[in-house]
């Protein structure tokens, strides 16, 4: 029996609906998630504990939504530099955890979402090993960070070509002008990247009392953790509708 070209038309159209309505509504536990960075990825709290960090929020925000199939958080530490990262991965540092043996390529080639914070410590060293701080300096230290942050990200990008989500940083307790203006042109080198983008963490600096709880640390409490994984969420949670 001869099918009519209307028919056929109409036969193909129903099957990729059909594939479409499959994949979309029953493709669930399928994102690999991963953090990388200092000691805001880690989870570091406002006393110095490792805690919850913004990446156990938004993998929580996943596992419920049933889309989370890994998460890797690994290759966070309390004081990683830009150097530091980008020497684990030129090495293709493998760790041996319980739930898994892969290597730091292997997990960013598997990756769908990647959030890292970096830098921070790499400014506060140049900072504080500086005899005289001006604006001049601060130029100088934000140009050779900036170099090595360019780096890091052609090397991830060698093997990962989706989003990454860079955290920027907020204010440190500490009332130096110098300080905040380095703590800005550090964000910047973020904001004007076109290959990371960049997530905003000023609501903290404007609500230190509600997100800082001992102004002697730089680390936020749970709420100021919590309000950056709500600006990434907001963030992956329009591609996950898509």
Avoid: W
């Amino acid at each position: 029996m001869k099918i009519s070209k209307k028919l056929k038309v109409l036969i193909i159209l129903f099957m990729c609906g059909t594939t479409f309505f499959i994949y979309k509504y029953t493709n669930y536990n399928n994102i690999t998630y991963t953090v990388l960075g200092d000691g805001l990825s880690c989870g570091i709290d406002s006393y110095g504990r490792k805690t919850y960090s913004y990446g156990d929020y938004v993998k929580d925000y996943l596992t419920e939504k049933n889309k989370l199939k890994d998460y890797y958080k690994e290759y966070t530490k309390q004081d990683m530099t830009i150097e530091m990262l980008h020497n684990t991965l030129l090495t293709n540092q493998k760790k041996e955890y319980k739930y898994t043996n892969k290597n730091i390529k292997e997990i960013l080639r598997e990756t769908d979402y990647l959030t890292m914070s970096i830098g921070i410590n790499d400014l506060l060293y140049l900072l504080t090993t500086t005899n005289e701080l001006s604006e001049a300096k601060i130029d100088e230290i934000i140009s050779e960070i900036e170099i090595k942050f360019n780096n890091l990200i052609q090397e991830i990008r060698k093997v990962y070509n989706r989003e990454i989500y860079i955290i920027g940083y907020y204010d440190l307790n500490i009332n130096n002008k110098l300080y905040k203006t380095a703590i800005k042109k550090l964000n910047n080198i973020y904001k004007k990247n076109n290959n990371v983008t960049y997530i905003s963490t000023y609501i903290i600096s404007e609500n230190k009392n509600i997100f800082l709880s001992n102004s002697m640390n730089y680390y936020p409490n749970y709420k100021g953790y919590q309000v950056i994984a709500s600006k990434i969420i907001d963030k992956i949670s329009k591609k996950l509708e898509k």
